[in-house]
Protein backbone atom coordinates (compact mmCIF):
# COMPACT_ATOMS: atom_id res chain seq x y z
CA UNK A 1 0.00 0.00 0.00
CA UNK A 2 2.80 2.40 -0.15
CA UNK A 3 5.13 4.35 2.51
CA UNK A 4 2.88 6.26 4.69
CA UNK A 5 5.80 9.15 5.41
CA UNK A 6 5.73 9.81 1.75
CA UNK A 7 1.68 9.90 1.19
CA UNK A 8 1.94 13.16 4.01
CA UNK A 9 3.78 14.75 1.97
CA UNK A 10 1.57 15.16 -1.07
CA UNK A 11 -1.72 14.81 1.41
CA UNK A 12 -2.83 18.13 0.38
CA UNK A 13 -2.00 17.98 -3.21
CA UNK A 14 -4.94 18.57 -5.62
CA UNK A 15 -5.17 16.48 -9.01
CA UNK A 16 -6.26 19.80 -10.66
CA UNK A 17 -2.80 20.76 -10.40
CA UNK A 18 -1.46 18.31 -12.60
CA UNK A 19 -4.50 18.39 -15.54
CA UNK A 20 -2.31 20.45 -17.44
CA UNK A 21 0.27 17.99 -17.52
CA UNK A 22 -2.09 15.41 -17.87
CA UNK A 23 -3.92 17.10 -21.28
CA UNK A 24 -0.60 18.50 -22.77
CA UNK A 25 0.78 14.74 -22.54
CA UNK A 26 -2.21 13.33 -23.41
CA UNK A 27 -2.57 14.98 -27.20
CA UNK A 28 0.69 14.60 -27.74
CA UNK A 29 0.74 11.11 -27.30
CA UNK A 30 -2.75 10.94 -29.39
CA UNK A 31 -1.62 10.44 -32.81
CA UNK A 32 0.04 7.32 -31.91
CA UNK A 33 -2.65 5.83 -29.60
CA UNK A 34 -5.38 6.12 -32.13
CA UNK A 35 -2.99 4.82 -34.85
CA UNK A 36 -2.86 1.55 -31.84
CA UNK A 37 -6.49 0.98 -32.20
CA UNK A 38 -6.82 1.12 -35.75
CA UNK A 39 -4.20 -1.46 -36.27
CA UNK A 40 -5.60 -3.56 -33.54
CA UNK A 41 -9.04 -3.11 -35.82
CA UNK A 42 -7.84 -3.97 -39.06
CA UNK A 43 -5.76 -7.00 -38.25
CA UNK A 44 -8.29 -8.44 -35.79
CA UNK A 45 -6.57 -11.23 -33.87
CA UNK A 46 -8.78 -14.51 -32.13
CA UNK A 47 -7.68 -14.99 -27.88
CA UNK A 48 -4.18 -16.49 -27.71
CA UNK A 49 -3.32 -15.68 -31.17
CA UNK A 50 -2.91 -11.51 -30.91
CA UNK A 51 0.59 -11.41 -31.66
CA UNK A 52 0.63 -8.23 -33.92
CA UNK A 53 -1.48 -6.57 -31.49
CA UNK A 54 0.30 -7.52 -27.99
CA UNK A 55 4.01 -6.62 -30.17
CA UNK A 56 2.72 -3.28 -30.98
CA UNK A 57 1.49 -2.22 -27.59
CA UNK A 58 5.15 -3.31 -26.10
CA UNK A 59 6.66 -1.88 -28.57
CA UNK A 60 5.27 1.49 -27.96
CA UNK A 61 5.24 1.28 -23.77
CA UNK A 62 8.92 0.07 -24.39
CA UNK A 63 9.50 3.68 -26.43
CA UNK A 64 8.11 5.79 -23.38
CA UNK A 65 10.76 4.16 -20.50
CA UNK A 66 8.59 0.94 -19.62
CA UNK A 67 9.98 -2.31 -18.51
CA UNK A 68 7.92 -4.83 -20.79
CA UNK A 69 7.52 -8.23 -20.01
CA UNK A 70 6.06 -10.38 -23.18
CA UNK A 71 4.40 -13.74 -22.35
CA UNK A 72 4.03 -12.51 -18.76
CA UNK A 73 2.99 -16.03 -16.50
CA UNK A 74 3.74 -17.89 -19.39
CA UNK A 75 0.73 -16.67 -21.68
CA UNK A 76 2.57 -16.00 -25.38
CA UNK A 77 0.51 -13.07 -25.95
CA UNK A 78 0.33 -11.38 -22.25
CA UNK A 79 2.35 -9.18 -21.30
CA UNK A 80 3.43 -7.16 -18.15
CA UNK A 81 4.45 -3.44 -18.98
CA UNK A 82 6.17 -1.59 -15.54
CA UNK A 83 6.87 2.03 -14.66
CA UNK A 84 8.60 2.88 -11.47
CA UNK A 85 8.58 6.82 -10.42
CA UNK A 86 10.47 8.43 -7.70
CA UNK A 87 9.53 11.78 -6.50
CA UNK A 88 11.02 14.52 -7.82
CA UNK A 89 12.64 12.86 -10.90
CA UNK A 90 10.95 14.54 -13.94
CA UNK A 91 10.91 14.13 -17.47
CA UNK A 92 10.99 17.20 -19.42
CA UNK A 93 9.97 15.66 -23.13
CA UNK A 94 6.97 13.30 -23.59
CA UNK A 95 9.58 10.29 -24.30
CA UNK A 96 11.61 10.90 -21.11
CA UNK A 97 12.88 7.57 -19.23
CA UNK A 98 14.27 8.92 -16.36
CA UNK A 99 11.84 6.60 -14.16
CA UNK A 100 12.27 3.26 -15.77
CA UNK A 101 14.42 1.05 -14.25
CA UNK A 102 14.55 2.41 -11.12
CA UNK A 103 14.56 1.26 -7.21
CA UNK A 104 10.92 0.14 -6.11
CA UNK A 105 9.42 3.37 -5.39
CA UNK A 106 7.09 4.56 -2.55
CA UNK A 107 3.70 5.21 -2.99
CA UNK A 108 0.28 3.47 -4.21
CA UNK A 109 0.94 0.92 -7.11
CA UNK A 110 -1.75 1.51 -9.93
CA UNK A 111 -2.70 -0.58 -13.02
CA UNK A 112 -4.55 -0.29 -16.12
CA UNK A 113 -5.91 -3.70 -17.79
CA UNK A 114 -5.24 -3.83 -21.46
CA UNK A 115 -7.54 -6.13 -23.82
CA UNK A 116 -6.93 -6.89 -27.98
CA UNK A 117 -8.67 -10.12 -28.73
CA UNK A 118 -11.09 -9.93 -31.57
CA UNK A 119 -14.49 -12.00 -32.59
CA UNK A 120 -14.77 -14.51 -35.00
CA UNK A 121 -16.01 -13.45 -38.48
CA UNK A 122 -16.83 -10.10 -36.70
CA UNK A 123 -13.97 -9.05 -35.82
CA UNK A 124 -13.52 -6.33 -32.89
CA UNK A 125 -17.22 -6.31 -32.65
CA UNK A 126 -16.24 -6.08 -28.97
CA UNK A 127 -14.21 -3.12 -29.19
CA UNK A 128 -10.74 -4.65 -27.29
CA UNK A 129 -9.26 -2.31 -30.13
CA UNK A 130 -10.32 0.79 -27.79
CA UNK A 131 -9.62 -1.46 -24.86
CA UNK A 132 -5.79 -1.44 -25.52
CA UNK A 133 -5.61 2.08 -26.73
CA UNK A 134 -7.11 3.30 -23.39
CA UNK A 135 -4.90 1.31 -21.08
CA UNK A 136 -1.77 1.60 -22.55
CA UNK A 137 -2.37 5.51 -23.54
CA UNK A 138 -3.66 6.36 -19.76
CA UNK A 139 -0.28 3.96 -18.47
CA UNK A 140 2.07 6.57 -20.51
CA UNK A 141 0.34 9.66 -19.29
CA UNK A 142 0.36 8.09 -15.61
CA UNK A 143 3.79 7.25 -15.97
CA UNK A 144 4.87 11.31 -15.96
CA UNK A 145 2.56 11.11 -12.45
CA UNK A 146 4.82 8.86 -10.97
CA UNK A 147 7.81 10.68 -11.97
CA UNK A 148 6.94 13.35 -9.68
CA UNK A 149 4.61 11.60 -7.13
CA UNK A 150 6.84 8.09 -6.73
CA UNK A 151 4.24 5.07 -6.83
CA UNK A 152 4.15 2.75 -10.03
CA UNK A 153 2.49 2.46 -12.89
CA UNK A 154 1.64 -1.54 -14.62
CA UNK A 155 -0.18 -1.91 -17.22
CA UNK A 156 -1.00 -5.81 -17.90
CA UNK A 157 -2.22 -7.09 -21.83
CA UNK A 158 -4.57 -9.91 -20.86
CA UNK A 159 -5.66 -11.89 -23.84
CA UNK A 160 -8.66 -14.25 -24.60
CA UNK A 161 -11.24 -12.59 -22.87
CA UNK A 162 -13.91 -13.69 -24.98
CA UNK A 163 -12.70 -17.55 -24.82
CA UNK A 164 -10.32 -18.74 -22.10
CA UNK A 165 -10.18 -15.46 -19.87
CA UNK A 166 -6.69 -14.90 -19.04
CA UNK A 167 -7.26 -12.73 -15.79
CA UNK A 168 -8.61 -16.31 -14.72
CA UNK A 169 -5.68 -17.34 -15.37
CA UNK A 170 -3.49 -14.78 -14.24
CA UNK A 171 -5.76 -14.31 -11.00
CA UNK A 172 -5.27 -17.98 -9.65
CA UNK A 173 -1.62 -17.14 -9.55
CA UNK A 174 -2.19 -14.40 -7.67
CA UNK A 175 -0.97 -11.84 -10.02
CA UNK A 176 -3.34 -8.45 -9.23
CA UNK A 177 -2.54 -9.22 -5.03
CA UNK A 178 -0.15 -6.76 -4.83
CA UNK A 179 -2.20 -3.63 -6.71
CA UNK A 180 -4.51 -1.04 -4.33
CA UNK A 181 -6.20 -0.09 -7.87
CA UNK A 182 -6.67 -1.76 -11.41
CA UNK A 183 -8.96 0.28 -14.32
CA UNK A 184 -10.03 0.20 -17.58
CA UNK A 185 -13.07 0.81 -19.96
CA UNK A 186 -14.92 -1.26 -22.20
CA UNK A 187 -16.68 0.37 -25.17
CA UNK A 188 -20.38 0.63 -25.38
CA UNK A 189 -22.73 2.36 -27.14
CA UNK A 190 -23.02 5.16 -24.36
CA UNK A 191 -20.80 6.17 -21.13
CA UNK A 192 -21.53 4.66 -17.97
CA UNK A 193 -20.03 3.84 -14.77
CA UNK A 194 -18.27 0.61 -13.55
CA UNK A 195 -20.15 -2.94 -15.19
CA UNK A 196 -20.79 -5.56 -12.41
CA UNK A 197 -21.20 -8.84 -14.42
CA UNK A 198 -22.20 -12.18 -13.88
CA UNK A 199 -20.19 -15.12 -12.80
CA UNK A 200 -20.64 -17.92 -15.34
CA UNK A 201 -19.45 -21.72 -15.47
CA UNK A 202 -18.91 -23.11 -18.90
CA UNK A 203 -19.92 -27.21 -18.72
CA UNK A 204 -19.47 -29.85 -21.47
CA UNK A 205 -22.29 -32.34 -20.57
CA UNK A 206 -21.53 -35.86 -22.60
CA UNK A 207 -23.85 -38.64 -23.10
CA UNK A 208 -22.49 -42.56 -23.61
CA UNK A 209 -25.34 -45.30 -24.36
CA UNK A 210 -25.36 -48.53 -27.18
CA UNK A 211 -26.03 -48.09 -31.08
CA UNK A 212 -28.30 -49.98 -32.67
CA UNK A 213 -30.83 -50.73 -35.54
CA UNK A 214 -33.54 -47.97 -34.77
CA UNK A 215 -35.92 -50.07 -36.78
CA UNK A 216 -34.89 -53.76 -36.65
CA UNK A 217 -33.66 -53.96 -32.75
CA UNK A 218 -34.17 -50.68 -30.89
CA UNK A 219 -34.47 -52.47 -27.42
CA UNK A 220 -31.10 -53.38 -28.29
CA UNK A 221 -29.67 -50.03 -27.81
CA UNK A 222 -29.58 -47.34 -24.98
CA UNK A 223 -30.15 -43.96 -26.44
CA UNK A 224 -28.08 -41.40 -25.48
CA UNK A 225 -29.80 -38.89 -27.39
CA UNK A 226 -33.12 -39.81 -25.32
CA UNK A 227 -30.43 -39.29 -22.40
CA UNK A 228 -29.88 -35.59 -23.77
CA UNK A 229 -33.51 -34.87 -23.99
CA UNK A 230 -34.44 -36.06 -20.91
CA UNK A 231 -31.74 -33.73 -19.32
CA UNK A 232 -32.29 -30.62 -20.89
CA UNK A 233 -36.35 -31.11 -20.03
CA UNK A 234 -35.26 -31.25 -16.51
CA UNK A 235 -33.32 -28.40 -16.74
CA UNK A 236 -36.03 -26.31 -18.09
CA UNK A 237 -38.01 -27.97 -15.12
CA UNK A 238 -35.48 -26.26 -12.91
CA UNK A 239 -35.44 -23.09 -14.18
CA UNK A 240 -38.88 -22.37 -12.34
CA UNK A 241 -36.79 -22.76 -8.94
CA UNK A 242 -34.19 -20.78 -9.80
CA UNK A 243 -33.33 -16.88 -8.76
CA UNK A 244 -34.54 -14.27 -10.90
CA UNK A 245 -30.38 -13.50 -11.29
CA UNK A 246 -29.81 -17.32 -12.72
CA UNK A 247 -29.21 -17.81 -16.37
CA UNK A 248 -28.95 -21.31 -17.55
CA UNK A 249 -28.39 -21.88 -21.45
CA UNK A 250 -27.47 -24.70 -23.71
CA UNK A 251 -27.15 -26.23 -27.11
CA UNK A 252 -26.67 -29.85 -28.66
CA UNK A 253 -23.14 -30.10 -30.07
CA UNK A 254 -23.63 -33.59 -31.33
CA UNK A 255 -27.08 -35.59 -31.23
CA UNK A 256 -26.47 -38.45 -33.85
CA UNK A 257 -25.46 -39.08 -37.04
CA UNK A 258 -27.94 -40.93 -38.50
CA UNK A 259 -31.96 -41.41 -38.05
CA UNK A 260 -32.12 -44.98 -38.14
CA UNK A 261 -28.93 -45.77 -35.75
CA UNK A 262 -29.90 -45.43 -31.63
CA UNK A 263 -27.34 -42.76 -30.95
CA UNK A 264 -24.48 -44.04 -28.97
CA UNK A 265 -23.10 -40.35 -28.00
CA UNK A 266 -24.42 -37.10 -27.75
CA UNK A 267 -23.12 -33.64 -25.96
CA UNK A 268 -24.38 -30.18 -25.20
CA UNK A 269 -22.92 -26.83 -23.68
CA UNK A 270 -23.88 -25.14 -21.16
CA UNK A 271 -23.30 -21.62 -19.61
CA UNK A 272 -24.52 -21.20 -16.12
CA UNK A 273 -24.39 -17.91 -14.62
CA UNK A 274 -25.85 -15.80 -11.62
CA UNK A 275 -24.40 -12.80 -9.95
CA UNK A 276 -22.82 -14.40 -7.08
CA UNK A 277 -20.27 -17.16 -8.13
CA UNK A 278 -22.07 -18.88 -4.62
CA UNK A 279 -25.27 -19.07 -6.48
CA UNK A 280 -23.61 -20.70 -9.52
CA UNK A 281 -22.10 -23.39 -7.66
CA UNK A 282 -25.46 -24.40 -6.20
CA UNK A 283 -27.09 -24.36 -9.67
CA UNK A 284 -24.04 -26.43 -10.90
CA UNK A 285 -24.90 -29.30 -7.99
CA UNK A 286 -28.91 -29.32 -9.09
CA UNK A 287 -27.86 -29.23 -12.91
CA UNK A 288 -25.33 -32.06 -12.90
CA UNK A 289 -28.40 -34.10 -10.35
CA UNK A 290 -30.31 -33.66 -13.69
CA UNK A 291 -28.08 -34.74 -16.31
CA UNK A 292 -27.44 -37.73 -13.54
CA UNK A 293 -31.34 -38.79 -13.58
CA UNK A 294 -31.48 -38.11 -17.22
CA UNK A 295 -28.76 -40.86 -17.41
CA UNK A 296 -30.12 -43.48 -15.17
CA UNK A 297 -33.59 -43.34 -16.43
CA UNK A 298 -31.97 -44.20 -19.84
CA UNK A 299 -29.46 -46.86 -19.09
CA UNK A 300 -26.27 -44.37 -20.26
CA UNK A 301 -23.56 -42.94 -18.37
CA UNK A 302 -22.89 -39.13 -18.34
CA UNK A 303 -19.93 -37.09 -18.30
CA UNK A 304 -19.30 -33.79 -17.35
CA UNK A 305 -16.26 -30.93 -17.96
CA UNK A 306 -14.71 -28.21 -17.34
CA UNK A 307 -15.67 -26.17 -21.35
CA UNK A 308 -13.77 -23.02 -20.30
CA UNK A 309 -12.59 -21.32 -17.17
CA UNK A 310 -15.05 -20.54 -14.61
CA UNK A 311 -15.29 -16.36 -14.55
CA UNK A 312 -16.49 -15.01 -11.10
CA UNK A 313 -18.83 -12.53 -10.59
CA UNK A 314 -17.44 -9.06 -11.06
CA UNK A 315 -17.72 -6.86 -7.82
CA UNK A 316 -16.94 -3.14 -9.14
CA UNK A 317 -15.37 -1.03 -6.21
CA UNK A 318 -17.86 1.67 -6.27
CA UNK A 319 -15.65 4.57 -4.63
CA UNK A 320 -13.03 3.97 -7.11
CA UNK A 321 -15.55 4.13 -9.60
CA UNK A 322 -17.36 7.41 -8.16
CA UNK A 323 -13.81 8.63 -7.64
CA UNK A 324 -13.14 8.17 -12.05
CA UNK A 325 -16.16 9.23 -12.80
CA UNK A 326 -15.94 12.63 -10.85
CA UNK A 327 -12.87 13.25 -12.74
CA UNK A 328 -14.48 12.60 -15.97
CA UNK A 329 -16.72 15.47 -14.85
CA UNK A 330 -13.63 17.86 -14.72
CA UNK A 331 -12.97 17.06 -18.34
CA UNK A 332 -16.63 18.13 -19.45
CA UNK A 333 -17.42 14.18 -19.99
CA UNK A 334 -21.01 12.76 -18.26
CA UNK A 335 -21.07 9.76 -17.16
CA UNK A 336 -24.34 8.31 -15.29
CA UNK A 337 -23.50 6.82 -12.25
CA UNK A 338 -26.61 5.46 -10.15
CA UNK A 339 -24.57 3.30 -8.20
CA UNK A 340 -24.19 -0.64 -8.30
CA UNK A 341 -25.59 -2.06 -11.86
CA UNK A 342 -25.27 -5.78 -12.94
CA UNK A 343 -25.17 -6.02 -16.58
CA UNK A 344 -26.53 -10.26 -18.00
CA UNK A 345 -22.86 -10.62 -19.32
CA UNK A 346 -19.63 -12.10 -17.75
CA UNK A 347 -16.07 -11.23 -18.06
CA UNK A 348 -12.89 -12.45 -16.40
CA UNK A 349 -12.75 -9.50 -14.73
CA UNK A 350 -14.74 -10.48 -11.71
CA UNK A 351 -11.61 -12.47 -10.63
CA UNK A 352 -9.79 -9.43 -10.71
CA UNK A 353 -11.93 -7.73 -8.52
CA UNK A 354 -11.83 -10.46 -6.11
CA UNK A 355 -8.08 -9.65 -5.86
CA UNK A 356 -8.07 -6.18 -5.66
CA UNK A 357 -10.38 -3.18 -5.91
CA UNK A 358 -11.06 -3.02 -9.81
CA UNK A 359 -13.43 -0.79 -11.86
CA UNK A 360 -14.25 -1.10 -15.79
CA UNK A 361 -15.95 2.19 -16.76
CA UNK A 362 -18.20 2.48 -20.25
CA UNK A 363 -16.83 4.32 -22.61
CA UNK A 364 -19.19 5.44 -25.09
CA UNK A 365 -18.90 5.17 -29.15
CA UNK A 366 -21.77 7.24 -29.77
CA UNK A 367 -25.08 7.35 -32.53
CA UNK A 368 -24.81 8.35 -35.44
CA UNK A 369 -27.83 10.40 -37.37
CA UNK A 370 -30.87 8.29 -36.36
CA UNK A 371 -29.43 5.62 -35.52
CA UNK A 372 -30.68 2.68 -33.19
CA UNK A 373 -29.07 1.71 -30.45
CA UNK A 374 -26.19 -1.11 -30.43
CA UNK A 375 -24.95 -3.83 -28.45
CA UNK A 376 -21.43 -5.76 -28.46
CA UNK A 377 -21.47 -8.53 -30.85
CA UNK A 378 -22.52 -7.04 -33.73
CA UNK A 379 -21.39 -5.83 -37.30
CA UNK A 380 -22.53 -2.55 -35.89
CA UNK A 381 -20.52 -2.37 -33.18
CA UNK A 382 -17.16 -3.56 -35.13
CA UNK A 383 -17.95 -0.82 -37.38
CA UNK A 384 -18.41 2.09 -34.10
CA UNK A 385 -15.19 0.73 -32.84
CA UNK A 386 -12.93 2.55 -35.29
CA UNK A 387 -15.26 5.72 -35.93
CA UNK A 388 -13.66 9.08 -35.12
CA UNK A 389 -16.26 9.91 -32.52
CA UNK A 390 -15.58 6.66 -30.64
CA UNK A 391 -11.39 7.39 -30.78
CA UNK A 392 -11.85 10.96 -29.30
CA UNK A 393 -14.32 9.22 -26.48
CA UNK A 394 -11.08 7.40 -25.95
CA UNK A 395 -8.70 9.83 -25.40
CA UNK A 396 -11.24 11.87 -22.87
CA UNK A 397 -11.00 8.48 -20.62
CA UNK A 398 -7.20 8.25 -21.35
CA UNK A 399 -7.20 11.49 -19.14
CA UNK A 400 -9.81 10.96 -16.80
CA UNK A 401 -7.85 7.75 -15.76
CA UNK A 402 -4.80 9.96 -15.50
CA UNK A 403 -6.33 12.26 -13.42
CA UNK A 404 -7.90 9.51 -11.53
CA UNK A 405 -4.46 8.18 -10.62
CA UNK A 406 -3.46 11.86 -9.84
CA UNK A 407 -6.09 11.68 -7.21
CA UNK A 408 -4.89 7.93 -6.09
CA UNK A 409 -1.23 9.13 -5.92
CA UNK A 410 -1.84 12.63 -3.53
CA UNK A 411 -4.72 11.76 -1.55
CA UNK A 412 -4.00 8.85 0.92
CA UNK A 413 -7.83 8.89 2.21
CA UNK A 414 -8.33 8.01 -1.23
CA UNK A 415 -6.95 4.45 -1.00
CA UNK A 416 -8.24 4.15 2.39
CA UNK A 417 -11.50 4.19 1.57
CA UNK A 418 -11.42 1.99 -1.83
CA UNK A 419 -9.44 -0.69 0.11
CA UNK A 420 -12.01 -0.90 3.36
CA UNK A 421 -15.05 -1.47 0.42
CA UNK A 422 -13.13 -3.75 -1.20
CA UNK A 423 -12.68 -6.34 2.14
CA UNK A 424 -15.90 -5.53 3.25
CA UNK A 425 -17.37 -6.58 -0.40
CA UNK A 426 -15.16 -9.60 -1.46
CA UNK A 427 -16.81 -11.14 2.40
CA UNK A 428 -20.45 -11.37 0.60
Not at 209 to 220: D, F, I, L, V
Not at 399 to 410: D, I, R, S
Amino acid sequence: MGDSKNRNVYKDTAADDFRTLIEETAEALAPELKKLALDIHDNPELGNQEFKACGWQADLLRKYGFEVEVGFEGIPTAYKAVYRGGAGSQNDAVGGQSGAGGSAACGPKLAMLAEYDALPDLGHGCGHNLIAMISVGAGLVIRRLVDQLGGEIHVIGTPAEETAGAKVEMARKGAFQEYDAVMMAHPMDENFTSMDTLAMYARTFEFFGKTAHAAAAPHEGCNALDAMINFFNLVNALRQQTKPDARIHGIITNGGTAANVIPDYTSALFYIRAEKVAYVEELLKKITACAEAAALGTGTTVKISKAEEDFKDTCSNLYLANLACSQMEKLGVSIPNPGRTVISGSSDLGDVSYQCPAIQLCCGMGLDDGEAKYGPHTIEFTRHACSEKALENAMHFVKGFAMTAAELLTNPDHLAAIRKEFEAIRQI
